[in-house]
T-cell receptor
Framework: GAVVSQHPSWVICKSGTSVKIECRSLDFQATTMFWYRQFPKQSLMLMATSNEGSKATYEQGVEKDKFLINHASLTLSTLTVTSAHPEDSSFYIC?????????FGPGTRLTVL | GENVEQHPSTLSVQEGDSAVIKCTYSDSASNYFPWYKQELGKGPQLIIDIRSNVGEKKDQRIAVTLNKTAKHFSLHITETQPEDSAVYFCAASKGYSTLTFGKGTMLLVSP
């Protein structure tokens, strides 16, 4: 399958700071990238869908001003968690889609102190 | 919107046995059904998928079956091995739309 990378794999930050997570499709051009959040022992919760060059579409209940998504190219999307708080601590996973299949990155563990 | 139910939530089998995980979906327009394997602390890995124009698909020890009339699909793993232990998620979508995931099945294969 296709390869999707995420950076960083884990990050610890202080409350009130911002954190940027990068998602890259390494061997294909992703027309669409997705950002998910996963709490322990739960399923994946879709946060937003982004297409290259256009604004992201956020799921209901996800604050677009808090979770900034940029999809600058067909191989790179970034998620910035602004003014992070302890309740934002979670496992954030991106996926990339060229056609119908979605390929997931390895995830980023965010811990906000 | 689409709703995907997955059962069982946990499944314990002995090495060499078969494992079956079942999912049902609500939207008859859904036409793409992938299965993902997620190991602890890692992202989901696509292991097999099926489209609505096919009733069954196999890849070595893994197979997926789809019953469009009943709106359910299943993952079958034969000759299970300890390295098959993970959480498995089913999902459904309509073409290029977003995936709706089941709640996951934790599979434990004991040596």
């Amino acid at each position: 399958g296709a390869v999707v990378s995420q950076h960083p794999s884990w990050v610890i930050c202080k409350s009130g700071t911002s954190v940027k997570i990068e998602c890259r499709s390494l061997d294909f051009q992703a027309t669409t990238m997705f950002w998910y959040r996963q709490f322990p022992k739960q399923s994946l919760m879709l946060m937003a869908t982004s297409n290259e060059g256009s604004k992201a579409t956020y799921e209901q209940g996800v604050e677009k001003d808090k979770f900034l998504i940029n999809h600058a190219s067909l191989t790179l999307s970034t998620l910035t968690v602004t003014s992070a708080h302890p309740e934002d601590s979670s496992f954030y996973i991106c996926s990339a889609s060229g056609e119908i299949e979605q390929f997931f990155g390895p995830g980023t563990r965010l811990t906000v102190l | 919107g689409e709703n995907v139910e997955q059962h069982p939530s946990t499944l314990s089998v002995q090495e060499g046995d078969s494992a079956v995980i079942k999912c049902t979906y609500s939207d008859s327009a859904s036409n793409y059904f992938p299965w993902y394997k997620q190991e602890l602390g890692k992202g989901p890995q696509l292991i097999i998928d099926i489209r609505s124009n096919v009733g069954e698909k196999k890849d070595q020890r893994i197979a997926v079956t789809l019953n469009k009339t009943a709106k359910h699909f299943s993952l079958h793993i034969t000759e299970t091995q300890p390295e098959d232990s993970a959480v498995y998620f089913c999902a459904a979508s309509k073409g290029y739309s977003t995936l709706t995931f089941g709640k996951g099945t934790m599979l434990l294969v004991s040596p």
